[in-house]
């Protein structure tokens, strides 16, 4: 199950109810855009992150344990993932994959234990 992964680390600093629209967000290695969405549901909490010019306009999809700490003054997010782990996630619309629970599986598996890189930072 990938239940885990949908959900913020307790040690994130997030409080549920906190917009994050519009933070920047920063990987390991670099920024990777700002926040357009994000979810605070219970077992379902995740960013979508506007990538700008990085990787030509897209949407990526983070699921909200990716997140290791918020940063209110800076409005910041920074994740434990690389900029080229994010690019090669699997591919997120908006409009087909938000409410679909096959994706939200296979990101689940993506970024979860068991991942490509064992669901750590590379």
Known sequence: ???HVWSYKSTSGHLAGTDLTGYKVEATDGS???VDKHSD???DAYLV????VWIFGKEVLL?????V?????ERKVF??????????????HRDKHLGDTGYRDELGTYYGPGAPFDGRPA
């Open 1 to 3: 199950m990938t239940e």
């Open 32 to 34: 990777i855009g700002k």
């Open 41 to 43: 549901e219970v077992g």
């Open 49 to 52: 992150v506007d990538t700008g």
């Open 63 to 67: 699921p909200a344990s990716t997140v």
């Open 69 to 73: 700490s918020v940063d209110p003054e």
């Open 79 to 92: 994740v434990d993932r690389t900029r080229g782990q994010i690019k090669d996630a699997p591919e997120f």
